[in-house]
């Protein structure tokens, strides 16, 4: 996801306040789902690559742009057109494919992403940066129990990644109500990550989580006062 596609007045083509655009909404689906992190990486759910030349100076426009989930489906297609083409020569390229299912995870087009995704981990099943993100996806379609399988996979061949125990803890506390597990995770997280960047991030949710502790698990939890 290095490529920055030039403005364009045609439909078909990224335009730059488009991938400005996507990357802010991006941005805030990883507010409102709790900042989730790439598995890749340690920023929240971030816009794609491709949105990194886009101005601050288009904020203002793009807020008054934002695309439809047909407009963002289109978008990523376009995007991963070039890398389709390539595919073709090389079908089993963990790069390529990687890098589809990144567009279509940053377009909110999930299902494909984790289509990508594993096949992917067909060729490297212990790829955890990929499971992770794919756990992710899989939580974004509202499937918890999947992405919580996923990333209990990813621990397996990386007990201490960071970025799955973070995720994983969010969807035990959000998805299932279970906050015992999901304190433990981000217990084990700091514990084996002493110098985690979002430190503080973990901090914060674990208090927040432990506001729910009198809620059984698969319970939803009531309004905090």
């Known amino acids: 996801m290095t490529n920055t596609t030039q403005a364009s007045t045609t439909p078909q083509q990224w335009t730059s306040v488009q991938a400005y655009t996507l990357a802010v909404i991006c941005l805030l689906i990883g507010i409102a789902g709790g900042w989730f992190v790439r598995g890749s990486g340690t920023t929240a759910a971030a816009g794609p690559a491709i949105a990194a030349n886009a101005t601050a100076a288009q904020t203002t426009d793009a807020s008054s742009q934002t695309p439809s989930p047909a407009q963002l489906q289109q978008m990523a297609d376009t995007q991963v057109a070039p890398l389709l083409e390539k595919l073709k020569a090389d079908p089993n390229n963990v790069d390529l494919l990687a890098s589809i299912g990144n567009v279509y995870y940053d377009a909110q087009q999930f299902p494909s992403a984790i289509e990508y995704y594993q096949r992917v981990l067909k060729v490297q099943p212990a790829n955890t940066g990929v499971r992770t993100d794919m756990a992710t996806a899989y939580w974004y379609t509202g499937n918890a129990d999947a992405a919580i399988a996923e990333f209990k996979k990813s621990l ?70």
């Open 156 to 225: 397996s061949y990386e007990p201490t990644k960071a970025n799955t125990l973070f995720n994983l803890g969010i969807v035990q506390w959000q998805g299932k109500m279970d906050i015992a597990n999901a304190v433990a995770t981000w217990q084990k997280l700091l514990d084996t990550n002493p110098n985690y960047e979002a430190k503080d991030k973990v901090l914060q949710l674990m208090a927040e989580a432990k506001k729910h502790s009198n809620v059984k698990p698969g319970e939803k939890a009531k309004a905090l006062p």
